[in-house]
């Protein structure tokens, strides 16, 4: 079993689900604010935190396969799933595996960053992220975009250092792996969630593969494609801060957590 936590004794399930290379940590300031309220589920996927040690496989569905095995394991029913980052794939996936389970579903700074033939789109990364000096450099560059210049100097910190932690043979697997299901699955899934969808976006992903943040008014390829597919969604763009939206924004993810959560009827 993977490696979880509650906060909070009472009221709506919410589980939180954090993205590559990082924990349940990442959550802290939506259980500090919305325990009181809810029921707050965190965990650390397979291959993260204090789930490191569990095998692989490491791609989106086996990572879904266990957050719905930990609800059925907890009774945890009509939950908001809140996804960050490659988190937002494993809820979405989460909840095409267990629609009876999901009442709901936010998305924190998600993207799409695989197109076309997913074998193709995983092997163009995987050879990208390359090996040794320069698999090192190509995640710290890549890490290094997701902060602005208001991140703190103890986050960027953190992050850095459990992605370093990371075994790069996982992270090779992992993020292949999540490319390949954007090229090939992402579509898919999106079309059948039948549940409300809230995204919260502050950056984009561009073709160059760089982030940047948004600023207000601004859409992006993937919060259109979103739009286009999905049925009952809504969408905030949290302008001028980084990937971590959770943390350098908690207000607004908070409130955007809450409005969606206390909005859902309950079986």
Same mark, same amino acid.
């Given at each position: ?87 937002? $794939?494993?809820? &979405? ?6 629609? !009876?389970?999901?009442?709901?579903? #936010?998305?924190? @700074?998600?993207? /799409? ?48 250092? $459990?992605?370093? &932690? ?6 090779? !697997?992992?993020?292949?792996?999540? #490319?390949?299901? @954007?090229?090939? /699955? ?82």
């Amino acid at each position: 079993m993977i490696h979880h936590e509650i906060v909070g004794t009472s009221g709506p399930w919410l589980v939180l689900v954090h993205g590559v290379t990082a924990s349940a940590r990442d959550w802290r300031l939506q259980t500090e604010a919305l325990s009181p309220r809810y029921r707050c589920l965190t965990l650390d996927l397979r291959g993260h935190g204090q789930s490191a040690a569990m095998p692989g496989p490491y791609d989106i569905e086996t990572l879904a396969a266990d957050v719905v095995a930990l609800l059925r394991h907890l009774s945890v029913d009509d939950a908001v799933l809140i996804g960050h980052s490659m988190g937002t $794939r494993v809820v &979405a996936a989460a909840a095409l595996q267990a629609p !009876e389970k999901v009442a709901g579903l #936010v998305f924190v @700074d998600g993207s /799409r960053q695989g197109n076309g033939d997913p074998l193709a789109a995983r092997d163009g990364v995987l050879a990208a992220i390359g090996q040794g000096q320069q698999a090192e450099d190509f995640i710290g560059a890549m890490f290094e975009m997701m902060f602005t210049a208001a991140t703190s100097a103890a986050e960027r910190e953190q992050v850095m250092q $459990r992605t370093r &932690a990371m075994p790069l043979a996982t992270f090779r !697997e992992l993020f292949g792996n999540m #490319v390949a299901w @954007d090229a090939g /699955r992402m579509l898919a899934v999106l079309q059948q969630l039948t549940m409300p969808l809230a995204v919260v976006q502050s950056t984009q992903v561009t073709p160059q593969r760089e982030r940047v943040s948004l600023q207000p008014g601004d859409t992006t390829p993937y919060l259109d494609m979103l739009r286009a597919n999905v049925a009952h969604m809504t969408v905030q763009v949290v302008p001028d801060v980084g990937h971590f939206t959770q943390i350098e924004a908690a207000a607004a993810v908070n409130a955007l957590i809450d409005e969606l959560a206390g909005s859902l009827p309950r079986r």
